[in-house]
Each structure stands twice: as structure tokens, then as C-alpha cells.
């Protein structure tokens, strides 16, 4: 609401609850056209154009392949940097984008893509 506005609706005797009102108003229609107006989230399938601070995050998706179950799921890169361990060499590699996938003792985990 500007301030021009406000003086006008005092002037012409505008009662406090007008002007809360009108408020609310102009918010909730600027928070409306803030909500339409919305990024679209982009989709990275290639490690290496993943920015770093992202590839662990809740962001990126990773694909787990079980050896022992025989079974595939999803998880999200924080489950898949906790699996890394103490493998520091797999953990860096994979942050500079030189690796996309490393095993363990029961498991083989490929990333996937990040989306945000």
C-alpha cells in the first residue's frame, strides 16, 4: 500500500478496519501473483554439471542396486554420502564429477539426477 493511498483514506475518513482490510488484500493478491510466477526446476542427469554443495544434498537422486536382495531402489544423495563412509577418495571424486557411481560390500550406487 503506498503512502498516497493511505493519506487519501485518512483524509476521506476511512475507519482502521477499511485500511486493515485493503491491506490484506493487496498482500494476499501480491502473494498470488508472486505464486503464478514461479521458477521452473531444472533437471540435472549428468554429475559433472551438478554444482558441488548439491550432489549430497536431498536434491540429487541416486539409484541402489542390492547384491544380496537382488532389488533396485531410490535414495536421496544424503543416504547415498552416509554409504560412502570413510571412503574419502570415492566421496571427492564423485563432488568433482569424475565419478558418477562406486560399490560397496553389498551394494552398487549410480547417481541418478538432481532436481532443483
Known sequence: MKN????DMLLNSASLDELI?????MEFK???EKSKHKEALKTYLNIKEVPQNK????DSVF???SKKQMSETFINGIQADAL?????SVRSK???????AFTTGD???KFEKAIF
Do not use: H, P, W
Open 4 to 7: 498516497n493511498d493511505v493519506e
Open 21 to 25: 482490510r485493503r491491506k490484506i488484500e
Open 30 to 32: 501480491e502473494d498470488l
Open 55 to 58: 550432489i549430497f544434498s536431498k
Open 63 to 65: 539409484r541402489y542396486f
Open 84 to 88: 560412502i563412509g570413510l571412503q574419502d
Open 94 to 100: 564423485m563432488l568433482k564429477g569424475e565419478l558418477s
Open 107 to 109: 551394494a552398487y550406487v
